[in-house]
């Protein structure tokens, strides 16, 4: 009877700690939102930007297939393992028990069954090279600076661009704490046009930390909505 009592107490202590901390991540992730969601004052110090440039490069792949494509050069083959196949090798016979008959003796039966063997299968293995277009090098740039400017790449026959992108930073203090530095991506581009070193802004930061300047009429609102 204490053992029992034991075990319930102990059940009883791990449902109120799950509980508890269930509990507390909701607080958490209420008082997260909260801090995410409140305007904060920020100085900035720095502001610049990363561009990329995606390139690719045509040129000849070294590849191996069980067939062999169209376009394929400088071929050669080899007769190696290629899977493990099911292979029938013989039947074995198992008795096994079926309904119940009517006196209440179970009533057994033969089954034939077939048994199969592993057997390695080899075929031909074709190596060969084809001219593709493959990932090359991402081309960066950075400056600090508000006009975006891109690494000059120069396209060939042979080497091409596929895509650009930009990223923006923003360097800076929340709350007039200087010794707390912190560089943000953002995705305000106004912001980042108008962002200058030594000047207050108010901001929110997103749960991803990037970072958003809030406008006059959205803190009047806030102001508004907390009264």
Same mark, same amino acid.
């Given at each position: 009877?204490?053992?029992?009592?034991?075990?319930?107490?102990?059940?009883?202590?791990?449902?109120?700690?799950?509980?508890?901390?269930?509990?507390?991540?909701?607080?958490?992730?209420?008082?997260?939102?909260?801090?995410?969601?409140?305007?904060?004052?920020?100085?900035?110090?720095?502001?610049?930007?990363?561009?990329?440039?995606?390139?690719?490069?045509?040129?000849?792949?070294?590849?191996?297939?069980?067939?062999?494509?169209?376009?394929?050069?400088?071929?050669?083959?080899?007769?190696?393992?290629?899977?493990?196949?099911?292979?029938?090798?013989?039947?074995?016979?198992?008795?096994?028990? +079926?309904?119940? &008959? @009517?006196? /209440?003796?179970?009533? $057994?039966?033969?089954?034939?069954?077939?048994?199969? #063997?592993?057997?390695?299968?080899?075929?031909?293995?074709?190596?060969?090279?084809?001219?593709?277009?493959?990932?090359?090098?991402?081309?960066?740039?950075?400056?600090?600076?508000?006009?975006?400017?891109?690494?000059?790449?120069?396209?060939?026959?042979?080497?091409?661009?596929? +895509?650009?992108? &930009? @990223?923006? /930073?923003?360097?800076? $203090?929340?709350?007039?704490?200087?010794?707390?530095? #912190?560089?943000?991506?953002?995705?305000?581009?106004?912001?980042?046009?108008?962002?200058?070193?030594?000047?207050?802004?108010?901001?929110?930061?997103?749960?991803?930390?990037?970072?958003?300047?809030?406008?006059?009429?959205?803190?009047?609102?806030?102001?508004?909505?907390?009264?």
């Amino acid at each position: 009877m204490k053992e029992n009592t034991k075990d319930f107490l102990k059940k009883c202590g791990v449902a109120a700690l799950v509980l508890v901390c269930f509990i507390l991540s909701i607080k958490g992730i209420e008082a997260l939102i909260e801090h995410i969601s409140r305007p904060q004052k920020f100085t900035c110090t720095d502001y610049y930007y990363e561009s990329k440039v995606y390139t690719e490069e045509y040129k000849r792949v070294s590849h191996s297939d069980w067939n062999l494509p169209e376009g394929a050069e400088d071929v050669t083959t080899n007769y190696e393992f290629r899977e493990w196949k099911d292979i029938f090798d013989h039947y074995e016979y198992v008795t096994t028990s +079926g309904e119940v &008959v @009517t006196d /209440y003796e179970p009533e $057994y039966y033969v089954e034939k069954r077939p048994v199969y #063997k592993k057997e390695a299968v080899f075929d031909t293995k074709y190596y060969y090279y084809l001219w593709e277009w493959t990932p090359a090098a991402t081309v960066t740039n950075t400056a600090h600076d508000k006009e975006i400017v891109y690494a000059n790449v120069e396209e060939t026959d042979s080497y091409r661009i596929t +895509g650009t992108n &930009v @990223t923006y /930073y923003i360097a800076g $203090y929340m709350n007039n704490r200087p010794e707390n530095v #912190k560089v943000y991506t953002t995705k305000d581009l106004d912001f980042y046009n108008d962002a200058m070193p030594d000047i207050n802004y108010s901001v929110k930061v997103s749960f991803f930390g990037d970072l958003s300047r809030v406008l006059e009429d959205e803190i009047i609102t806030a102001q508004a909505s907390e009264g």
